[in-house]
């Protein structure tokens, strides 16, 4: 009997050191064993139960040839497996999670599939979470996909290193064929991200295979996907295969789908600026391709969707940037005359693009004999019976005509202004609205006289436009045209506008008028500015928009370094101490208001000045019934002592020390903390002093 309980037991052991030496925990799609090994899926992780394979463990048998009763090696053994459950815990919830009822939570356990990944290791991360990977997504939610397809572009590291990165392509693979596009471009987006780690040989090897199964295959998302995919292989391949590849593209192209032509056309520029960059040198120019890629231009811009045909613009402009490279005009004129058919294209769309893609079309032409042929049809963009095209080429004006000032300057003012004063009153709010924002840049352009005689009376005109972005867009880019015909001239056209506008009923129209003051101050002169701004930089304190009146304050300041001390003292500072005179000193936005334009000129005033004006106006509402006002004076009277100390030592000792002492017993909390941090300032400034 004991015997046969001592054999009983020796089997047992045998049996457990098989299973401890088992170490691998494999995951499958089912969450089950795989062979004798123990899956990590198998540790419920709800429950807490320990694996199956342990169970010999923890009975506490003894190896054959043990004298030991068991309990020690028990222990021993039973330790070690309940570490090997605490370091699976993590791993198994995260594959619980990956395959929970709930999208969200789905979606946030593939955010951390690095984690798992890291956990594994290399090795079981190829060998077993990419398999199980390639089972379970392709099957899950299009958000959890789609997050999936992004993080698996980050994992050339976690599976050993660009030697084992082709494992990561069928996975990529599978979701690419995706219909939907979020999910699609995501899975394209990785697998150009691997494919940057890659030798030229496993380019060859794994990517060219792939770009040719998706783009033969019948289902049009593959298509779309190999279209993304060209840009990772085009210039690593030998000469022949290019020219494949190319052909290839071309198919693609004219592929019957609009979808997958539209995808084309989209990724073609990406592929000629490719090719122009490796290959624009004598001896080198012919891996250009030119016929096939002219030829594909010309599919695009036939082509009958609009969708597909407005994308030859930007064709075009990559086209004419490889010839600018090479030096070559032989092509300007056919290009040219494609240029003019998409500018008259019946479709919006297409001239839309044109029209948004103006100044680099003119650009990349390259000559002003070109530009000068272009203006008649920036004219006629200009007039167009489309608002978005007309919106889009008033964004264009100002770098267009960089290139006409060059080539002919009269045809800015005979040709061009007369346009520009029809444009500014559009009946598009958006289209004067792009204009307001552009037309300013125009000045640089006209030099003074011409900005003075043609352009000053539009700007003036645009002031006071309806619609607030255009009043909003003239005002914020006036220091363009004050840098071209001076101040004075400025502010004697636009003044009354200025002015007007400073009561406008939108808050961000009032707020670009004050960010300009500081510099309309500084070039009109202290007199000229108290009588035409003075009082408005005042009414602005008491907007009633925050915003407004920060910006008035910070205002404060700056106009005290322009117009010094004195100015400030009869012009600022008086006006803010007579508030306390006025029944709207009740109102706490009226006090903290006051607290805190004096707070902003105590750096640029003397300690004279502060002694004797800001500090007695700021003691005064320490005891004010409002927690705000309350800790603003504890913030402004650590700016004051640090401005009066050594000078007048006794006030900061005997006057400000003793009422922030008197704060630190407030019964606001927001009141004690400024405090705090005011008396450590307070005190640190009187220990330096001391030292």
């Not at 100044?359 to 032409?365: G, R, S, V, Y």
């Not at 008491?542 to 700056?558: F, G, H, T």
Request: aromatic content about 6%.
């Amino acid at each position: 009997m004991d015997t046969q309980q001592t054999n009983d037991r020796t089997a047992d052991a045998g049996s457990t050191a098989s299973a401890s030496d088992t170490s691998t925990v494999n995951i499958s799609a089912n969450g089950r064993n795989v062979g004798s090994s123990t899956s990590i899926t198998d540790y419920n992780s709800s429950s807490g139960s320990v694996p199956a394979a342990n169970t010999a463990v923890a009975a506490g048998s003894v190896p054959e040839g043990g004298e030991h009763t068991g309990e020690a090696d028990a222990n021993g053994t039973e330790g070690q497996t309940k570490g090997q459950v605490e370091e699976l815990y993590p791993i198994a919830l995260l594959m619980d999670e990956l395959r929970h009822d709930d999208v969200a939570a789905r979606v946030q356990a593939m955010k951390r599939l690095d984690t798992i990944a890291i956990a594994l290791g290399p090795e079981r991360t190829r060998k077993e979470l990419i398999p199980f990977l390639e089972d379970v997504i392709p099957e899950d939610e299009d958000e959890v996909i789609a997050i999936a397809a992004e993080e698996l572009g980050k994992f050339v590291s976690l599976v050993g290193g660009p030697e084992y990165a082709p494992q990561l392509v069928p996975v990529l693979e599978k979701i690419s064929a995706c219909e939907e596009p979020i999910v699609r471009e995501k899975a394209v987006a990785s697998l150009n991200l691997i494919s940057k780690s890659l030798s030229d040989e496993q380019i060859q090897q794994t990517f060219l295979p792939l770009i040719q199964r998706l783009a033969k295959e019948r289902w049009f998302s593959l298509h779309i996907a190999a279209a993304g995919l060209f840009e990772s292989v085009l210039i690593r391949v030998p000469s022949d295969i290019r020219t494949e590849l190319l052909k290839l593209y071309f198919d693609l192209i004219q592929d019957d789908s609009p979808m997958v032509r539209k995808a084309s056309a989209t990724e073609l520029p990406k592929l000629i600026d490719l090719l122009a960059a490796n290959f624009h040198t004598p001896d080198t120019v012919n891996e250009f391709h030119w016929d096939i890629i002219t030829s594909m231009y010309e599919n695009i811009v036939n082509d009958n969707q609009d969708s597909v045909k407005f994308l030859a613009v930007d064709v075009l402009i990559s086209i004419l940037s490889f010839l600018q490279l090479l030096g070559d005009r032989t092509h300007h004129p056919e290009l040219f005359d494609s240029l003019l058919a998409l500018i008259n294209d019946p479709s919006w769309r297409v001239r839309y693009m044109v029209a948004d893609r103006f100044d680099k079309l003119a650009e990349n032409f390259d000559d002003d004999s070109y530009t000068l042929k272009l203006v008649p049809n920036l004219l006629s963009l200009m007039k167009d019976n489309e608002a978005e095209v007309r919106k889009a080429i008033s964004k264009e004006l100002s770098s267009f005509c960089k290139l006409v000032n060059k080539a002919d300057r009269s045809i800015m003012v005979d040709d061009i202004v007369p346009v520009i004063s029809q444009l500014s009153m559009d009946e598009a709010e958006s289209v004067r609205s792009a204009l307001a924002g552009e037309i300013t840049g125009l000045a640089p352009i006209f030099g003074k006289d011409a900005t003075i005689k043609y352009l000053l009376p539009i700007f003036v005109d645009m002031l006071k436009d309806e619609f607030s972005e255009v009043r909003l867009n003239i005002i914020s880019k006036l220091q363009v045209v004050n840098d071209v015909i001076g101040i004075q001239l400025l502010s004697e056209s636009l003044l009354p506008a200025i002015t007007s506008l400073s009561n406008d009923k939108l808050w961000r129209v009032r707020l670009a008028i004050i960010q300009q003051i500081p510099l309309l101050a500084e070039q009109l002169g202290v007199a000229f500015f108290n009588e035409a701004l003075g009082q408005l930089c005042m009414d602005w304190l008491w907007d009633p928009v925050y915003s407004i009146r920060e910006a008035a304050i910070m205002n404060l300041q700056k106009l005290t370094k322009f117009f010094g001390e004195d100015w400030c003292k009869k012009e600022l500072i008086k006006r803010i101490l007579e508030k306390k005179q006025s029944k709207d000193f009740d109102n706490f936005i009226c006090r903290i208001t006051c607290l805190l334009a004096l707070d902003k000129l105590i750096p640029v005033l003397s300690p004279k000045v502060i002694s004797e004006d800001i500090y007695p106006f700021i003691d005064e509402l320490k005891s004010d019934h409002v927690p705000n006002i309350r800790f603003n004076v504890a913030k402004s009277l650590a700016s004051i002592a640090e401005r009066l100390y050594p000078e007048y030592k006794t006030i900061v000792t005997d006057k400000i020390v003793p009422t922030l002492e008197a704060f630190e017993n407030d019964d606001d909390v927001d009141v004690r903390f400024y405090t705090k941090q005011s008396i450590e300032k307070v005190n640190k400034l009187l220990q330096d002093t001391k030292q």
